[in-house]
T-cell receptor, first 114, second 115 residues
């Protein structure tokens, strides 16, 4: 019963390198989300996908791109990593057929950019 | 501008006593509120929620209270157990009944339950 799976769990990049964070869910959820969490701050929404084929910006989208590859997978791409993007990234999913059901989170990807 | 605020970064409580975690919000459009619990190196897990049409929701040892006029909600844990030690996040959404909830999170409160 995997739920939301994120890969990799840890990554160190150099400034300017690119990277794609992967997320997959096995709960048949239509909606998926990417958040970042920084020390002393709550989770902030980067991008979300209400359903397959759609994506929208959240609170902090600059420097990121996303792809909703299919219903299961939602990836987050850093084209040119910057030290300010050092953070813990969480992917989540939710079921739109059951309104107000909570979002289910993966265990996160810890990303350090030197 | 922090729309959801958890003003206590940490809280220490004795096992068996009540833990009260507080959350304030500024946006009157929020009408769905959730509490998440997070252990180190894990993702947040849903704990309990409440909609703005209620002022209380209870689930076992966990109760959430909502005071709309004060824009304040609180999470009560009774009795507190050592396994409750974690970071607790309050979250809010303006989208009650909507399929996709864009959640706004508070900064979290670290609860330590002492045996």
């Amino acid at each position: 019963n995997a739920g939301v799976t994120q890969t990799p769990k840890f990554q160190v990049l150099k400034t300017g390198q690119s990277m794609t964070l992967q997320c997959a869910q096995d709960m048949n959820h239509n909606s998926m989300y990417w958040y970042r969490q920084d020390p002393g701050m709550g989770l902030r929404l980067i991008y979300y996908s209400a359903s397959e084929g759609t994506t929208d910006k959240g609170e902090v989208p600059n420097g990121y791109n996303v792809s909703r590859l299919n219903k299961r997978e939602f990836s987050l791409r850093l084209e040119s990593a910057a030290p300010s993007q050092t953070s813990v990234y969480f992917c989540a999913s939710s079921d739109p057929d059951r309104p107000n059901q909570p979002q289910h989170f993966g265990d996160g990807t810890r990303l350090s950019i030197l | 501008d922090q729309q959801v605020k958890q003003n206590s970064p940490s809280l220490s409580v004795q096992e068996g006593r009540i833990s009260i975690l507080n959350c304030d919000y500024t946006n009157s459009m929020f009408d769905y509120f959730l509490w998440y619990k997070k252990y180190p190196a894990e993702g947040p897990t849903f704990l309990i929620s409440i909609s703005s049409i209620k002022d209380k929701n209870e689930d076992g040892r966990f109760t959430v209270f909502l005071n709309k006029s004060a824009k304040h909600l609180s999470l009560h844990i009774v009795p507190s157990q050592p396994g409750d030690s974690a970071v607790y996040f309050c979250a809010a959404s303006p989208n009650y009944g909507g399929a996709t909830n864009k959640l706004i999170f508070g900064t979290g409160t670290l609860l330590a339950v002492q045996p």
